[in-house]
C-alpha cells in the first residue's frame, strides 16, 4: 500500500510517498512544491498542478493532510488554509480518500509526544525510514503525515480483526447454547416418556396413595 502525505503551505508544499507492508515501512520519494511569487490564485494553481503531479507519477492508494494550525495572524491561517483547499482538491480530483491529522497527531506517531520540534521529527522520519541523511523539515512533515496515517490504518486493522474475532466466538458460543439445549429437550422428553410407559403408567396421586 503506497501512502502520500502532505504539508501544506503558500509558500512551500511539502509531499512524501512511503510503502506500507504490514508493520514495515518503505521510503518511497519525498520533495516539495514552491508557488513563487505572482498573485493568489496563480500560486494556488501551482500548488494544484504540483500535487497532481505528485499523485499521477507515484499512484498512491491513500492520501493524507495535516490540518491548518490556527495561527496569531488570521491573514497567514486563512492564507494556509486556501493552500490546504487547494491540495486536497487535487487528490480529490485524483480520487484518492484524503484522510487529515492534526500537528499534534502527527509529532505523536511519530516521536511519541505531541509537543516535538520539528528537528526531532525529521530525526525519527529519518530513522523511521532508514534514509541515509535528514529529509527537510517541509518534506519530513509531510512524511511525518503519511507515517501517522500508516500507524492510523495499521491500528483500525488490528481493532477490526479483534472485533470480528469476538463476534465469531459470541456466535459460537450462542450455536453450543442452542444445541446443549436441544439434547437437554430431546432427553426430558425421552425420560417423560418412558415414565409413561413404565410400572407406574396410569396411577395418579389421592390423598397420599397411588390409585389407578
Known amino acids: ?14 509531499f512524501g510517498v512511503i510503502q506500507q507492508r504490514g508493520s514495515k515501512l518503505r521510503y518511497i ?13 496563480t500560486r494556488l494553481k501551482v500548488i494544484l498542478d504540483g500535487v497532481a503531479e505528485v499523485a499521477r507519477t507515484y499512484q498512491p492508494d491513500y492520501a493524507a493532510i495535516e490540518q491548518v494550525f490556527v495561527n496569531v495572524n488570521p491573514q497567514s491561517t ?5 493552500a490546504r483547499g487547494a ?8 480520487e484518492l480518500t484524503v484522510a487529515e491529522y492534526s500537528p499534534t497527531q502527527v509529532k505523536q506517531a511519530v516521536v511519541g509526544t505531541g509537543r516535538a520540534v520539528k528537528a526531532q ?14 529529509p527537510g523539515t517541509d518534506a519530513a512533515d509531510a512524511l511525518g503525515v503519511a507515517i501517522c496515517h500508516a500507524h492510523n490504518r495499521e491500528t483500525l486493522t488490528l481493532i477490526q480483526s ?6 465469531q466466538s ?37 390423598r397420599g396413595r397411588l390409585v389407578g
Open 1 to 14: 500500500m503506497i501512502i502520500l502525505g502532505i504539508d501544506p503551505g503558500l509558500r512551500t508544499t511539502g
Open 29 to 41: 520519494a519525498s520533495g516539495t512544491i514552491k508557488s513563487g511569487e505572482g498573485d493568489l490564485p
Open 78 to 82: 486563512l492564507l494556509l488554509g486556501q
Open 87 to 94: 491540495a486536497i482538491c487535487a487528490l480529490v480530483s485524483a
Open 121 to 134: 521529527v525529521q530525526d525519527m522520519v529519518a530513522r523511521l525510514l532508514a534514509l541515509p541523511g535528514l
Open 162 to 167: 479483534q472485533s470480528q474475532s469476538r463476534s
Open 170 to 206: 459470541r456466535s459460537q458460543s450462542q450455536s453450543l447454547g442452542s444445541a446443549a439445549g436441544s439434547a437437554a429437550a430431546r432427553l426430558a422428553g425421552t425420560a417423560a416418556g418412558t415414565a409413561s410407559q413404565g410400572p407406574l403408567a396410569g396411577l395418579r396421586m389421592r
